[in-house]
T-cell receptor, first 113, second 114 residues
Framework: EDKVVQSPLSLVVHEGDTVTLNCSYE??????LLWYKQEKKAPTFLFML????IEKKSGRLSSILDKKELSSILNITATQTGDSAIYLC?????????????FGQGTTLQVKP | GAGVSQSPSNKVTEKGKDVELRCDPI?????LYWYRQSLGQGLEFLIY????????KSGLPSDRFSAERTGGSVSTLTIQRTQQEDSAVYLC????????????FGEGSWLTVV
């Protein structure tokens, strides 16, 4: 059965810390991997990764995919309280052409002042 | 519209009643998805639309759940004879064409069955 696993499930840090969130997957027909940030209800898109070893960067956030290890990491440097959220990792299931996502459980990040 | 719009944002219903949840995708997006997020759980796929047809309904948990899409735009998710385990956030998402395109989510409809 296809699955996506995130770790840690929750994390508490202080402002200014750097955090690394992990995502591993076992998906028979991998197409791409996405990261989302969920603060209230709507997950907001962060990154889409399709190629191994190429870092995507947006401000203090960056992410990279390792297809050999079937994993991805999301890094957040100089964390701020506004980074507190659930971070969701999802893999696009390429077994059909639907583009449907298989989600991990999410990592809940709390950044304390 | 500018983003995916869902209504109602919150709904409390009595066990056994039917509910309808509405989704208005981003204008021009042909692919539409419904997901469910129960408390403390990841997002669970329910159904996928391409235009008005639903080639993948594999995630619908029971025959009490159905969805339709009209005019290649608005979609309605209907839950009949609601049960307490149906309580969750129902998230709608759309993408340009499906496949590997980025999927954008709406704010969700929080359903509580009492």
């Amino acid at each position: 059965e296809d699955k996506v696993v995130q770790s840690p499930l929750s994390l508490v840090v202080h402002e200014g810390d750097t955090v690394t969130l992990n995502c591993s997957y076992e998906v028979t027909n991998f197409r791409s991997l996405l990261w989302y940030k969920q603060e209230k209800k709507a997950p907001t898109f962060l990154f889409m990764l399709t190629s191994s070893g190429i870092e995507k960067k947006s401000g203090r956030l960056s992410s990279i995919l390792d297809k050999k290890e079937l994993s991805s990491i999301l890094n957040i440097t100089a964390t701020q309280t506004g980074d507190s959220a659930i971070y969701l990792c999802a893999v696009v299931d390429g077994s059909s052409n639907t583009g449907k996502l298989i989600f991990g459980q999410g990592t809940t990040l709390q950044v304390k002042p | 519209g500018a983003g995916v719009s869902q209504s109602p944002s919150n709904k409390v219903t009595e066990k056994g009643k039917d509910v309808e949840l509405r989704c208005d995708p981003i204008s021009g997006h042909t692919a539409l998805y419904w997901y469910r997020q129960s408390l403390g759980q990841g997002l669970e796929f329910l159904i996928y639309f391409q235009g008005n047809s639903a080639p993948d309904k594999s995630g619908l948990p029971s025959d009490r759940f159905s969805a339709e899409r009209t005019g290649g735009s608005v979609s309605t998710l209907t839950i009949q004879r609601t049960q307490q385990e149906d309580s969750a956030v129902y998230l709608c998402a759309s993408s340009l064409m499906g496949g590997g395109n980025t999927i954008y989510f709406g704010e969700g409809s929080w359903l509580t069955v009492v």
